[in-house]
């Protein structure tokens, strides 16, 4: 079996798995869940520096890593992958995984966002073209969910990552209906959903179609005087 370098288009990554041939869309792991997502962070395995969730990708147990003790603060670009994009184990599994700060610390009041509090969220998908006829663009409609964890109050969104953006033709229509894509997304959930600047600790999955990614926990909190 040959591995071929990556193919990829954009903010995307294509997978195409051919009789003795891999072209993998990954480099270190892309990221991506299973429809039911595995036990909540605190019943997660650690390994090192990073968490690793067990999973059923196609009847093989799989362990996709989630670094929560990466630097979150470097996160800068919205559609990029960095440190802390979670990795995932297979070549052929489809769904969603994120990564969320174990903790976020803000100062002042009002919107957390506005407060300094950056609560980001870095996930990665991937699925097959056809999947819900979006050719391949998932990203716009994962809906990104925190739900506080003491008042169950529920925050929800979806990142539109280009505004007002116009339809165009699709380059990649003469793709294989199969062929896999994988996309990768850093919103800041403060910003997105309009999380408050106030203490709580927010319970954080994203979900699409059928598939729900991981579930993790994060607290928030306002900055202790020194």
């Known amino acids: 079996m040959r ?11 294509l997978l195409a798995v051919l009789p003795l ?10 990221g991506g869940a299973e429809r039911r997502a595995p036990a909540g962070a605190g019943e997660q395995a650690r390994a090192g520096a990073g968490e690793r969730p067990e999973s059923e990708g196609r009847g093989e147990p799989m362990a996709h890593v989630i670094n929560r003790k990466c630097d979150f603060s470097k996160v800068t670009a919205q559609l ?6 979670p990795q995932i184990d297979g070549f052929d599994f489809e769904g969603l995984l994120i990564n969320t700060p174990e903790e976020v610390v803000f100062e002042g009041a009002g919107n957390l966002s ?3 509090g ?9 699925f097959k073209q056809s999947f819900m006829n979006l050719r391949g663009h998932f990203v716009d409609q994962i809906l990104f969910v925190a739900v506080n964890a003491r008042t169950h109050e529920a925050y929800s969104g979806k990142l539109e ?6 339809p165009s033709p699709d380059p990649d229509d003469g793709l294989d209906p199969d062929m896999l894509i994988g996309e990768v997304f850093n919103p800041d959930l403060g910003e997105l959903l309009g999380l408050p600047a106030e203490e709580a600790e927010y319970i954080v999955y994203a979900t699409i179609g059928p598939y729900r990614s991981n579930t993790l926990t994060t607290r928030v909190r306002p900055r202790k005087a020194p």
């Open 21 to 30: 041939v891999l072209v993998s869309a990954c480099s270190g792991g892309c």
């Open 3 to 13: 591995l071929l370098p990556p193919v990829r288009s954009g903010r995307r990554m």
């Open 118 to 126: 950056r609560f980001v969220l870095c996930g990665a998908c991937r």
């Open 80 to 85: 990029e992958s960095n440190e802390c994009t």
């Open 161 to 166: 990552t280009v505004p007002n953006a116009i």
């Open 114 to 116: 506005r407060a300094g």
